[in-house]
């Protein structure tokens, strides 16, 4: 598994929103969900990603993997 696909497991994961959930959301298939989460497939596009990001509630850049560290704790 990417940096990319971990993070973006354990954000979904914590929203409390399933693959197919995102699929839907996304309009992708739930196939391109597991593909990513898994390494199996690159990263989306940046406009993709900043979307993820955006309805997952976590920084781009943690996302990307390039911040280290991030908490949901406020």
Request: charged share 30%; with cysteine.
């Amino acid at each position: 598994m990417d940096e990319f696909g971990l993070r973006l497991k354990l954000a979904r994961v914590y929203m409390g929103m399933s693959q197919t959930e995102m699929a839907e959301y996304l309009g992708v298939s739930l196939k391109m969900i597991y593909r990513w989460e898994s390494g199996e497939r690159d990263p989306p596009n940046t406009l993709r990603v900043r979307e993820i990001a955006k309805k997952l509630q976590v920084p781009f850049e943690w996302l990307c993997g390039l911040g280290p560290t991030f908490s949901w704790e406020k």
